[in-house]
């Protein structure tokens, strides 16, 4: 019988509705999951829980968290075939993206799970949520992070929150979905991560300074010269379309240098869900182009930012970060960007 580790961090699917809001209320649930006969039944693997010493909103997840999450998996990773871990929907994919990299080499899989109704609640969706998800991390076919939920598993490192209120919160409009759970859970098998024969290695992220912003028409780009110091490790531009920022005769462009002489890697992403960055495919992208921005090409910002913690905590050189942002490093993005010989950064 595969054997399957139950994380749980939080998030809707565990909380009470109080005078304050909903909350995470860690007693009811594990005792109510324990009360569940279903996910005992026979067909299920067998499950063990573990739960994080504070349980959060995943509003409140930092690096520290996701580092907890990913060090329980990482001693637990011979005991068990697979893992399920609770989150809630709010920052899933930000820690999916997370786990993703900091688990390197990952061979068995990790399912994050959630809901957007409470379990106690009547219509909550965490039911066939947890049950699938256990069914999805025994099966043997798959080998990666990845999201379940509302019918769909996807690679977690390529799905975003798409609603707040549907049932079917996520999407990864960069890559297909990898199994639908419908009569039966059928698996895109062409579209999952073949199993990584290289050794297991779990990389603790540090808290390194980055940011995200997000262009709009009207910027004004001289409020962000103050954040760009030389403390600032990484920025990830939110642009619209392609990669395109504003021109206003190149007010960014000084912000831009700036953070090139500080050092600080500047990757592109876009504002559009769907479809890729092109730098220098129209002239209000050619200036990032020229100052050495990365193309994110088809990266989720959520992608994008764990990336950056991942790159500086492996203490890579800039040249080095600079390079492997721009590189599909394990089906966050697509293959196409070229740039200089990796062989020679160190
Ligand atoms: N605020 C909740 C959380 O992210 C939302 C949810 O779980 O659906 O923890």
Redesign the pocket.
């Known amino acids: 019988m595969k054997r399957i580790l139950i994380i749980n961090t939080?998030?809707?699917?565990g909380m009470v509705k109080t005078k304050e809001g909903?909350k995470p209320d860690g007693k009811s649930f594990s005792n109510l999951l324990k009360s569940m006969d279903v996910l005992n039944a026979e067909g299920m693997p067998f499950w063990d829980l573990v739960e994080l010493e504070k349980l959060?909103?995943?509003?409140n997840m930092t690096v520290a968290e996701w580092n907890k999450i990913g060090k329980l998996i990482a001693d637990a990773y011979d005991n068990y075939d697979g893992f399920v871990v609770l989150h809630?929907?709010?920052?899933?994919a930000y820690t999916a993206s997370a786990l993703s990299f900091m688990l390197e080499h990952i061979s068995k899989p990790v399912i994050l799970t959630?809901?957007?109704i409470p379990l106690c609640e009547i219509r909550s969706d965490g039911r066939d949520n947890i049950i699938t998800s256990l069914l999805i991390a025994a099966s043997d076919i798959v080998h990666e992070v990845c999201i379940y939920f509302g019918g769909k598993l996807f690679r977690g490192n390529r799905a975003i929150k798409y609603s707040s209120e549907g049932l079917i919160?996520f999407v990864s409009p960069n890559y297909p979905v990898l199994a639908e759970a419908g009569i039966s859970i059928s698996y895109n098998r062409a579209y999952l991560r073949e199993k990584d024969t290289e050794g297991f290695c779990y990389v603790p992220f540090e808290n390194v300074p980055i940011g995200v912003i997000k262009v709009f028409p009207g910027i004004q780009f001289e409020l962000f010269e103050s954040i760009m110091t030389e403390r600032l490790k990484g920025i990830v531009i939110e642009t619209f379309g392609t990669g395109n920022i504003p021109g206003y005769d190149g007010a960014l462009l000084p912000i831009i240098e700036k953070a090139f002489a500080n050092g600080t890697i500047v990757t592109v992403c876009s504002q559009c869900p769907q479809g890729s960055v092109m730098l220098g495919e129209y002239e209000t992208s050619m200036a990032l182009k020229n100052a050495g921005a990365v193309s994110g090409l088809d990266i989720t910002t959520e992608a994008a930012v764990a990336k950056l913690y991942y790159l500086f905590s492996k203490g890579y050189s800039t040249d080095k970060i600079k390079y492997l942002m721009g590189k599909n490093l394990c089906g966050e993005m697509k293959d196409d960007n070229d740039a200089a010989d990796p062989e020679k950064l160190i």
């Not at 939080?10 to 699917?13: D, F, L, M, N």
């Not at 959060?56 to 509003?59: F, I, P």
């Open positions: 939080g998030g809707t699917i909903y959060l909103d995943s509003s809630g929907t709010d920052t899933m959630g809901s957007q919160a």
